[in-house]
C-alpha cells in the first residue's frame, strides 16, 4: 500500500529566505508525485506534479520540487519565500500500480515571517 | 462550470438527523474522490468513483456514509444519523482518472459540516 510521510509538523522562514518542505513516499510500483497548497478556508489547489522525466520539477508560484528515487523523496522548494507563502502543504501520491486514490500527507504547516 | 462546485458551503445540523452534500465535477472528468479533513488535519479518503466501474468504498468510515453518482457526473455524499465526530470539512475532487492516470485533481472549496 502506498503512503506519505511529511516529518514536519511546521516550518517556519524568514521572508526573502529559501524555503523546503520535506516528503517521502512508500509504493509498490512506480509513483505519481504531487504537492498541494491550502490557504485558510480554502480547497487544496495544485502546485507541481512528478510523472516522469527530469527529476526537477517547476509549478506555480515559483516552487519547485525535486524527485530522489533513490531516497524515495519528494522535496518542495522555492529560492525566497514570501509572507503570502504561508499556508498548509499537502504531499500527495499515486501508485502506478493502482492508479485509484491519491493518498496524501499529513500536512505542513509554512509560517513566512516577514 | 470551470472548476469543482461543492454545495452547501456550510451545513449545521442537529445529531441524529440526516444530511447531503453535493459535488458536481468539472466536465468530462471521470475520475470523482470524496476525503474528509478535521480541523487543520490531513486530508482522509472516504471514497472514489472512476467511470462505470464500481466505486472504491474502502475509506467510508461505517456504514451511515454512502455515495453516489448519478450519471457519471454530480456525487452525493450521504451521512445518516450524524454524530459530533462527523463534524469535519468534506471535500470533492475530480481527475481526468483511470488506471494509471497521471493527472492531477481539482478539489472543491469544500463543505463545512458541523453537527450540534
Known amino acids: 500500500a502506498q503512503s506519505v510521510a511529511q516529518p514536519e509538523d511546521q516550518v517556519n522562514v524568514a521572508e526573502g529566505n529559501p524555503l523546503t518542505v520535506k516528503c517521502t513516499y512508500s509504493?509498490?510500483?512506480?509513483?505519481?508525485l504531487f504537492w498541494y497548497v491550502q490557504y485558510p478556508n480554502r480547497g487544496l489547489q495544485f502546485l507541481l506534479k512528478?510523472?516522469?522525466?527530469?527529476?526537477l520539477v517547476k509549478g506555480s508560484y515559483g516552487f519547485e520540487a525535486e524527485f530522489n528515487k533513490s531516497q524515495t523523496s519528494f522535496h518542495l522548494k522555492k529560492p525566497s519565500a514570501l509572507v503570502s507563502d504561508s499556508a498548509l502543504y499537502f504531499c500527495?501520491?499515486?501508485?502506478?500500480?493502482?492508479?485509484?486514490?491519491?493518498?496524501f500527507g499529513p500536512g505542513t504547516r509554512l509560517s513566512v515571517l516577514p | 462550470g470551470a472548476g469543482v462546485s461543492q454545495s452547501p458551503s456550510n451545513k449545521v445540523t442537529e445529531k441524529g438527523k440526516d444530511v447531503e452534500l453535493r459535488c458536481d465535477p468539472i466536465?468530462?472528468?471521470?475520475?470523482l474522490y470524496w476525503y474528509r479533513q478535521s480541523l487543520g488535519q490531513g486530508l482522509e479518503f472516504l471514497i472514489y468513483?472512476?467511470?462505470?466501474?464500481?466505486?472504491?468504498k474502502s475509506g467510508l468510515p461505517s456504514d451511515r456514509f454512502s455515495a453516489e453518482r448519478t450519471g457519471g457526473s454530480v456525487s452525493t455524499l450521504t451521512i445518516q444519523r450524524t454524530q459530533q465526530e462527523d463534524s469535519a470539512v468534506y471535500l470533492c475532487?475530480?481527475?481526468?482518472?483511470?488506471?494509471?492516470?497521471?493527472?492531477?485533481?481539482?478539489f472543491g472549496q469544500g463543505t463545512r459540516l458541523t453537527v450540534v
Open positions: 466536465s468530462g472528468h471521470t475520475a
Open positions: 500527495a501520491v499515486r501508485d502506478t500500480n493502482y492508479g485509484q486514490n491519491f493518498v
Open positions: 468513483f472512476q467511470g462505470n466501474s464500481a466505486p472504491d
Open positions: 475532487a475530480s481527475s481526468l482518472g483511470g488506471l494509471g492516470a497521471n493527472t492531477e485533481a481539482f
Open positions: 512528478y510523472i516522469t522525466g527530469d527529476n
Open positions: 509504493v509498490s510500483g512506480n509513483p505519481y
